[in-house]
């Protein structure tokens, strides 16, 4: 099993259970949908000044990881 990313981190008292960046409650799937929106990086860490340019390069590798999951509902419907 692959670790977590960088400061991503799951916690079931936090942002309700989804993953989401170690020291700010900004869950990973926002950025994630930022950058599939295609907003400008600079912008979204505008938008959240706690987090870092690895901060986004983590969450992308986060995704890549889930979509490497075996057997993930998420990939098996495709």
């Known amino acids: 099993m692959k ?3 960088g ?3 799951i916690d079931p008292t936090t942002c309700g259970g989804r993953p989401f960046f170690s020291g700010t409650r900004v869950p990973v799937y926002v950025v994630l949908e930022m950058l599939a929106n295609r907003e400008n990086p600079k912008e979204i860490l505008s938008e959240f000044p706690d987090l870092t340019p690895e901060d ?5 590798t986060f ?5 490497e999951i075996p057997g993930n509902p998420a990939v098996s419907a495709a």
């Open 63 to 67: 995704a890549r990881n889930v979509a």
């Open 3 to 5: 670790t977590l990313p």
């Open 56 to 60: 986004m390069k983590d969450a992308l």
């Open 7 to 9: 400061r991503i981190t």
